[in-house]
Each structure stands twice: as structure tokens, then as C-alpha cells.
């Protein structure tokens, strides 16, 4: 971990065929911004493009063909241009100019094509919370999963391969079973594929999460934002946490071989990562979080977010860029200027959106804003 983490710094987003975007060509100062605007005008458009900086399919997880703008016939692209440590560089990416039949995106660093979207998290590291996520404690087991591996992935740059490899090999060992097959060593190999990526998956969640804690523990214990506990619910996670991995790995892959049958009547495998939790609790009330207020809910989700941001940045090396969807709308002003100061003191480029100027009115002379209206985004000239 560093104590100085650098800053990362976006000053020029291009987009063609994006969303509702034509085009677009924007500067932005190195400091953060904020897109003002009517519902619908495309505001949440630009947070998602700059969430493509980073790997996955962006902070509404669409397909790709849902991003690229009615009508077009070519893809989409994303053009960005960072200041960091490092210099500048130069990121493009997209669907445009992709062969027919061609999935993914494509992601070029400085002109040259990356060879996967992991190369990204060099650069940029992007943490992100959203309208949808308020539902998080309250919701199914899945998004929190979803939600776990994405803090994950931006602090270690190799979980977003391990997942992939999981699944495929899941995925595999469930034909199996719905072909019923009796080819004990095609499952024997796919099952130690997936003991081995499921207990990294495991160990890199619950390292993210001794981390995590121990950020939390240095949030003011009387803080706008609460402290959370937070603890992971899987066999393979309780069980890294008491175990060398090795032995856990050996426990999986023999586990998986003895239930075989019982998986097979139920059609899918019943153990694994892909089966685990996170629970969070409020730690001032002593209150599981799915209890809580929806507001209570509110300022724990941004209280984890923050303290994530901080994490990232001292594992990494450099700060994230912080994305934040109508995030002022339903936090007080004590909050909301709280807020925007931790968001300072943290030293991050922060991108938020919200329909009304005023609720930014804290952050006058600190952010630069926006207006955004039909597809244009235009510098707010008051």
C-alpha cells in the first residue's frame, strides 16, 4: 500500500454513437464535474461511458448492442484521454469497426489494442454507485456477489480472469450433468479447474474484505456515513479463513466428485463461489442492513463506497475516478457537504449527476458543471 496515492485525471471524453450521444467532444478541467440536467437528457450516458475505462460492460451491465445509438449501423465508440503518474494516455474503445460475428469490445492504449480489458485497471481504476444499487442490502444474493467482485477486481486486476475461468468451467460441468455423462474424467478435470479458481475467487474476496474492514475502522465512529460490518457467507470463504488454501481446494474438489448426483437432480452445481454472500450490518445500530431505513440503507452504501475509493487508491497506487448517479437527490445538506468533502479529502476526480444545480451549491468553485440537454452537454455558464 502507498500513503500518497496518485491522481488520475480525465480531461477529454469523445464519444460517436453512444447512447443518445451523436457525437461528442468534451474537456474537462482535472477536477471533478458535474452533469446537471432533466430526466432522460443523457446524463447517466456519460458516467456509463466513462465506466467503460474499466473492464466489464459498464455500470448498467448492457449489451453492447443496447448501447450503440438507434439507428447506427457501426458500433459505438469511447475515446478518452487520462493525466496521471504516468504521463497521458490515450484509451479508445468500443464495438466500432468489430468484424461481423465479433463479441466484446475492442481496447486500444495509445493506438495500440490491448490484449484484454484488464490492461485497463493500469490506468484507471473506476468506482461507481447508482440509483439500482440501492437495493443492494435488500435484494437477491446475486447482485451483492455482483457488487463484492467488483470491489475486488479493483484492487486485484487477475479476479476478473479467475471469474471467467469459473464459470466457463461451471458451465461445462453442468452440461455434464444434464447429459447425464458417465466420463468420470472429463469431470474429474473440470472439476479441479474449478477448485482451484474458486478458492483464489474465495481468498480474494476475503482479503478484500480484511482490507476493507480495517478501512472502515478509521471512518469517524459518529460519521455521516455509518460504519458497516461486513461478512462473507460461503462454505469456501469460511472455510479460507481457517485453512491453508491448498487443503480448502482439495476439500472442494472431492466435495464436488461426491455430489455429482445430487447436482445432477437439481441441474446445476449447488457448491461453489458463485452460491456465497455478503451480509452487512450497521454497525451504530447493531441492525443488519437489510432492516434498516432506506436512508440508513443510503449512508451505508455510500459510507462502503467511500471507504472502497480509499482502499483502492492506497492498494493501487492511484485514485479512482469516482462515478456517482443522482447521488444528492435524497441526502440532506449536512450530508451532501459531507459528502463532497470526503470526496476531496480523498483527492478523486468524481462525476455526478442530479437534476437540480442546486443541490451542488457546495461544491461551487470546486467542480466544474455541465448542462446536459437532447444528447449535448454544454459548459453551465453561471
Request: aromatic letters at 6%; a neutral charge; charged letters at 25%.
Amino acid at each position: 500500500m502507498t500513503d500518497h496515492p496518485a491522481r488520475v485525471r480525465l480531461v477529454r471524453l469523445r464519444l460517436a454513437k453512444f447512447r443518445n450521444y451523436e457525437s461528442l467532444d468534451l474537456a474537462i478541467e482535472p477536477r471533478s464535474a458535474v452533469f446537471v440536467g432533466d430526466n432522460g437528457a443523457g446524463k447517466t450516458n456519460l458516467l456509463e461511458a466513462i465506466s467503460m475505462l474499466s473492464p466489464g460492460r459498464g455500470l448498467r451491465r448492457a449489451a453492447y448492442d443496447e448501447i450503440v445509438r438507434a439507428g447506427a449501423q457501426d458500433g459505438f465508440a469511447v475515446h478518452a484521454v487520462l493525466e496521471g503518474p504516468f504521463g497521458a494516455v490515450e484509451i479508445g474503445t468500443g464495438t466500432a469497426g468489430s468484424a461481423p460475428g465479433e463479441s466484446g469490445r475492442r481496447i486500444r492504449i495509445n493506438g495500440a489494442p490491448a490484449k484484454s480489458a484488464d490492461a485497463l485497471l493500469e490506468w484507471a481504476r473506476v468506482v461507481w454507485l447508482t440509483p439500482s444499487m440501492d437495493t443492494l442490502f435488500t435484494g437477491p444474493a446475486a447482485e451483492r456477489r455482483r457488487f463484492l467482485d467488483r470491489l475486488v477486481l479493483t484492487i486485484d486486476p487477475g479476479h476478473g480472469q479467475r471469474a471467467l475461468d469459473y464459470e466457463k468451467a461451471m458451465r461445462s460441468r453442468n452440461r455434464l450433468l444434464a447429459e447425464a455423462s458417465r466420463d468420470q474424467a472429463w469431470f474429474s478435470a473440470i472439476e479441479a479447474q474449478m477448485a482451484e479458481t474458486g478458492v483464489a475467487i474465495a481468498a480474494a474476496r476475503v482479503e478484500l474484505i480484511r482490507l476493507l474492514s480495517a478501512m472502515i475502522a478509521r471512518m469517524p465512529a459518529e460519521g455521516p456515513f455509518p460504519q458497516a460490518d461486513t461478512t462473507l457467507v460461503g462454505s469456501l470463504e469460511e472455510a479460507i479463513a481457517s485453512s491453508p488454501a491448498s487443503d480448502v481446494e482439495e476439500k472442494f474438489r472431492e466435495r464436488l466428485a461426491a455430489e455429482r448426483f445430487r447436482d445432477q437432480a437439481a441441474g446445476r452445481t449447488l457448491e461453489g463461489p458463485h452460491r456465497s454472500d455478503l451480509l452487512v450490518r450497521h454497525r451504530p445500530k447493531a441492525m443488519e442492513a437489510q432492516y434498516c431505513s432506506t436512508g440508513e440503507q443510503k449512508a451505508l452504501l455510500i459510507g462502503l463506497v467511500l471507504s472502497h475509493a480509499r482502499l483502492s487508491g492506497d492498494v493501487s497506487g492511484q485514485v479512482p475516478l469516482v462515478l456517482l448517479d443522482e447521488i444528492a437527490a435524497h441526502l440532506d445538506q449536512q450530508r451532501r457537504t459531507a459528502l463532497f468533502d470526503i470526496l476531496e479529502e480523498i483527492g478523486c476526480q468524481a462525476f455526478m449527476t442530479g437534476t437540480e444545480i442546486g443541490l451542488f451549491s457546495s461544491l461551487t468553485g470546486r467542480a466544474q458543471f455541465f448542462d446536459v440537454a437532447r444528447g449535448q452537454v454544454t459548459l453551465h455558464a453561471g
